[in-house]
């Protein structure tokens, strides 16, 4: 995953089109391979990940821009990955 600058992530708080669309093409196979190993099923797959973009678009205003981003990110898609193993485990 590369590194967003300052201003992308900024312009993603703004909820701008293009800098939304570059993140969600940079993260989605990352977190499509995370949730990979949770979720046989290609759709399950996809909808966690996707839930995780969800997320982490709601709580971008949150990042402070401390700490790598990569990490901020994996953490968010491991958090998605336990609360819905855990909806279908129920």
Sequence with gaps: MLQPTHDIIEKCKSRD???????????????????????????????????????LVDSLKKYEGSGSFEAWCRRIMSNTIIDEYRKQKN
């Design 17 to 55: 089109r293009a800098s939304l669309e570059w993140l969600y093409d940079q993260v989605m196979p990352m977190w499509l391979g995370m949730s990979g190993r949770y979720f046989n099923n290609k759709e399950d797959r996809h909808h966690v990940a996707n839930s995780a973009f969800m997320k």
